[in-house]
Each structure stands twice: as C-alpha cells, then as structure tokens.
C-alpha cells in the first residue's frame, strides 16, 4: 500500500519522531557538505496549480542532493489548463514517479489526485492544510527551543487558513498547547477544534493570546484565492498584526514564525520579521532539511 501525506493524521507521533530526528542528521550531513545519495533512481514530479517559490525550489533541492531527479508542472502551461481531469494526470505522472507533489485548490481535488494516482501523494499546500510547512514549523520549535512537547504556540490573524488548521492539527501528534488569537469568523471549524481535545484556546484578544508564550506564528491575512476579499480581511484583522507591543508580551526567549511570504506592515511589523527573535529564515530552510526526511519514509517505506 502506497503512504500518501495530504493530512498530518496520514502518520504517526512515532513516524513524526523518526521523521525529524532523520532531518537533524541530514541537515548536519549538509552542513559538512557530505554527499547522500538514498534516493539515486528515484524520480518527484512537483505539479503546482497556485504559485510557489519554498515549495518549488525546497522540494527540488531536496531530490537533487538525495541523489534523486524531479520535474515540475505549473498547470498554467500544461494540459490542466485546458481541462485534462486530474484523475487522468494522476494516472499518467504515476507511470514516470516515484512520489508527486501536489498543490492545489480545494481538498476534494487532493484527494480525487490521491486516489488516482500509484505513488505516494505529498499536499505541497491546499485550501484545507499545509502539512510540510508546518512540519518545517514544529521542526524549528525543536531546534531553537529544545522541543515541541508543553510548549505554548499562539497563531494570530486568519486563523482558520491552511496554516491556522494544520497547527490545530499537529496539536494531536506533538502535544503543545495551541492558543488562537482572531476574531469571529477567522476560527477553524468548530470539528477540527474538538477533534484537538482541549489543546487549542481560542481568544478574539490577542494580548490575551500572546501572554508567556513560547512561540508566536502568523501568515498572510489574504491566501492564495481569496484576492476578492482583501479589504475586508485587512479591516477585520488590523488588531492582530504580530507586533513589538504583543511581542513583548511573550517569553523574553519567544521566536517567531511564519510561512512566507510575508507582508510587512500587515499581518506582521518589519520590526518584528527582521528582528532578532525571529527565525523566519531558519524556517524556510528547514522545509528542505524535513521534506528530504519525508520523501526517504514515503519513498523507500
Ligand atoms: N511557505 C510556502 O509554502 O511558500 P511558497 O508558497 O513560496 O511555496
Ligand atoms: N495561507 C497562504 C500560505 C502560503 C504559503 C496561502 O494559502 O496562500
């Protein structure tokens, strides 16, 4: 049976320790510049239908210097574009991969790709999770702070976007305390909440949220989609922009994270992303260090 990875509940608290205990040595083998070459033969096909530049090019380097190749579809030029189904793409790029990544729309979409397709399915980001990002996210966590488990991460703005549900998510496999600071309207389902188990604390007050914190995330007010909405989401959410005012409300040792890109002055102060708390670009590299650790448990088993 082939593991796909669309939803964090697709593996376990265990596969999650291996995952990133494998991505700490292969970041320190990268570090020596030493040569690893576990996935020689193996090919990726990237197939994106909303932008990227992390995913792409985090997801291209981690085949290449895994010894493996990879090609990547923006469906803007390919068949997609033209109304090829996606069940039948699936079918095809199985025949040529070893593993495909996938970013798309709706979840529905993912899933129809997922079960068409003979290999393994990475969600490279869908309106309903960004799985790899915030596996880069929690990755992080541990390296800056020691650990995941106890800690208290607080997401403000969007809170029910992709990000917003996949940290609600990884609450059930990494065991922190998860508090969100948005107001009506910008919660996650309240199933995803319950299904947390007490683990997520949902405040409209964002000082409230950001008190003793460990960690403090954020990400775009206006996701990939939702352009027609910008002026509304930029009026309803201006109170929680991850600020100094609410950065020195966490721990004096509090880092701060976000998925980029970023806007500056938006959901988050320049101050704040290019300040010394912030381990914003730590984050982005770490995507490739956890997605190379990923795609040698989903490819080789
Ligand atoms: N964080 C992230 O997924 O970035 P891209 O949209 O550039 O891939
Ligand atoms: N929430 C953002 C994340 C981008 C990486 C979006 O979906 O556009």
Known sequence: MKQDFLTLAD?????????????????????????????TGRHLVAVFEKASTRTHLSFEAAMYQLG??????????????????????????????????????????????AKASAVPVINGLSEGGHPVQVLADLFTV????????????????????????????????????????????????????????????VTADPSEAVQGADVLVTDVWTSMGQEAESARRMKDLHGYQLNEALLAQAKPGAIVLHCLPAHRGEEISAGVIDGPQSAVWDEAENRMHVQKALLERLILG
């Open 11 to 39: 593996l376990t608290e265990a596969d999650y320790r291996s995952i990133f205990d494998r991505a700490h040595a292969l970041k320190a083998s990268r570090k020596r510049k030493e040569v690893v070459t576990t996935l």
């Open 68 to 113: 493996g190749t990879v090609s990547t579809s923006v469906s803007a030029s390919s068949q997609i574009a033209r109304g090829e189904t996606i069940e039948d793409t699936a079918r095809v790029i199985s025949g040529y991969a070893d593993c495909i990544m996938f970013r798309t729309f709706g979840d529905d979409r993912l899933q129809a790709f």
């Open 142 to 201: 541990e390296e800056r702070l020691g650990g995941v488990k106890g800690k208290t991460v607080v997401f403000l703005g969007d809170c029910a976007s992709n990000m917003g549900r996949s940290f609600v998510e990884a609450t059930r496999f990494f065991d922190f305390h998860l508090r969100l600071g948005c107001p009506e309207g910008y919660r996650p389902d309240a199933s995803l909440l319950a299904a947390a188990g007490g683990r997520v604390h």
